[in-house]
């Protein structure tokens, strides 16, 4: 009798086979990954976009890496040293590091790429504005001359996320920094070689081992040591569906989910093929953004009743909902890490819409309603500005939720406008932990007016502070500067954290060895 | 014929005058920057300001205008403002997947839905009748993702009969095609065969009740040759107008079938696209997709002649 299921199963096996044959060498270990979004843009420093920057880690090296302690450590350095009245940096390539078209690593590329980053990213701009003279020594060692001394030109240039100072070709690096680089140009010296004849937007990235690539002889340990391959290739794969793809790789044809919705863990969790690792501790915060041009929170009162009318747990339970994936956390500077601090914050972030409501009227708050902006389109932000709205109002606030998708979202936070012109008050969106670790690198705290980030907070305190930290170099006189920053932050609020959160990889039990780190990476991977 | 084939065609550059226009103003009055999407989430508003002035979207809109048509007429659909690689290229390489799961989806629609209608009109108040029109109008009623999502969980997740997602091009692997190829045109043909088979029973019932299908029993036809050679070919242009018409449903139902089976294909392109305001994509997609549908209408208005012999143009 003609079985159906069995001829079936033979044709999808003869099938895959063909499949495979035809498409990677026989043999090839390749690990499937559905990542957080589809690559549509190559270069990391054109774009702050996170997948842009994961990409980036593949391809390119960098200078120094975090370790999972949050200590920078040299990544393509063999040494550096600083000189004894901290104004010279002298910094030595390691041996043997080569640019995937077989070209060796020079101190000349390096220098273009650190102008390059220095001009886009914030981080950088600010390094960048101390330095007064970078030179090449020779063709391993380079060095950087300051015009005073600045406590944070390791953690600049060991930067974990977006702008990440990738070192490029010189050739590539001489690229305007407002122009993207070349398709044919994302060459690297990282652990991965991107494939640019089997990259198709929409469908598949593909990046192969760089088999040249010397790690460190360290272990990995967050982005630092030593960044060993085991697999031959790896496929970012673009499904688009969260459902089709949680079905895939139950089904066992991918290996990874970045990041999977927080409503289907339920359903991975139950299979036994399938186990969920949180690859980065430290998480993601939630955070509720004022607009300081327009009223009612042009009024820094008004803005301080927002810290007591909300509360962490609320919009936790909302978007995440186990508590086994999120945390309440009242340091700015994240739990967990050197800079953690509750100072200034300790009566906030409760819920006591009493104090919200006297402030309010201690301001003289007058009804004006509050644009909050929502955006519903992507789960993990979804539910956040119906809380906001719950709790405002009952903090005595009256609220205008608008409902948009993200991008159109995104668009009109650029804007200036007044509320009756299509302008907004507040939004609600989402951190990495690692690009808010301090007060420099954390972007909303800045509150340099025109300068600062969308809501354009202005304010001298917080900026001198800021470039006190910049600027000092002991680490326990920055953890006190950090925390000043914090208590006027209560006094004069930028924004509000709200808690955080973290989105677990679900891996195929095949594969083990993915490395704790703020950033997706692959190396350390194994697949059976 | 020919007269009328050159009339139609000429028609198409008005239409597209107007779908060109339409989309551009359309895209350009709905919010969303490109240029924020494309800087990231923690882009400055000087970084944004950079990245519009290098798309050329700090211009006036009718100069943007008078550069788009400018380049189309001289055959540049421009570069996406995301991918570094032309419009022209993007859509070649997704044309593939959408072609095929059309092509697949029409075959097995039209496979199915004529002779089920055909059977209902014969069998009229018969169990089989009930059973095709209730069988349509649960196809009407439910959405296609939903009868993708149960089709995966039956074949692809229980079973382990057929992949949950994915393409292989038709020349890289044909069985690998093939396989991948037959959840999503089953899932989006469903919609069709309610569609046509309702209406291929509605016109056949009409021509059953003719002088002529009388005449063509009364001498001594068998059924199949009454309902193939008599019926079905005089009720076959209210048909093939429906079939033409569902050209449109088609692309719309490719962009949900595409995503819900993670098709790389034409539909995902325009989702991606409209998602991240990658205003050059948007356009050229829309400006092909009412080419097909226009050029397709056009075809099917000529086939009406093969059919019945009384329609001349």
Redesign the interface.
Known sequence: MFD??KS??A??A???L??LL??VPAGAQTLNVVMHS?L???DPI?????I?RNHGYLVWDTLFSMDDKLEVKPQMLEKFDVSGDKLTYTFTLRDGLEWHDGKPVTSEDCIASIKRWGA?D?MGQALLARVTDMKAVNAKTFTMTLKEPYGLVLQSLGKPS??VPFMMPARVAATDP???I??EDVIGSGPFIFKLDEW????KTVYVKNPKYKPRSEPASGLAGGKVVKVDRVEW?????H???V??L??G?IDMIESPPHDLLPVLAKDKNVKLFNANPLGNQYTFRFNVLHKPFDNAKVRQAVLYALNQKDFLDAVIGDPKWYKECKAMFICGTPLQTFKGWEDKLNSNFEKSKALLKEAGYDGTPIVLMQST?LAVLTNLAPVAKNLLEKGGLKVDMQS??W??L?????KKDPLDKGGWSAFL?SWVAA?VLNPVMA?FFNAGCD?A??GWPCDETIQKLRNDYATETDAAKQKAIAEAVQVRVTEYPTHVHLGQWYSPFALRNTVSGNIEAPVTVFWNVTKK | MLDFIIRRLIAIIPVLTVVAVFVFLMLRLTPGDPAAVIAGDNATSDQIADIRNKLGLDEPIWTQFVIWIGNILQGNFGESFFFKKTVAELIAQRVEPTLALAICTLVIAVAVAVPMGVLAAYRHGSLVDRFVMGFSVMGFSVPVFVIGYCLIYVFAIELGWLPVQGYVRIGVNFWGFLERMVLPSVTLAVVFVALIARMTRASVLEVLNEDYIRTARAKGLSNRVVLMRHALRNAAVPILTVIGLGIAGLIGGAVVTESVYGLPGLGRLTVEAVLSRDFPTIQTVILLFSVVYVVINLLIDISYTLFDPRIRY
């Open positions: 159906f299921r079936a199963a044709i999808v003869a099938a895959s063909g499949g035809g498409a589809d549509k843009i190559l054109w774009t702050t976009a996170y842009v886009k914030s977006s702008n407002n122009t993207q070349k398709a198709k937007p929409g469908e794969r673009v499904l688009g569906d459902q089709t793809t079905n895939a139950l089904a044809e389109d948009m998708d991008q159109t995104v668009s009109r936070r650029s969106t690009d972007g300068k980030m969308f």
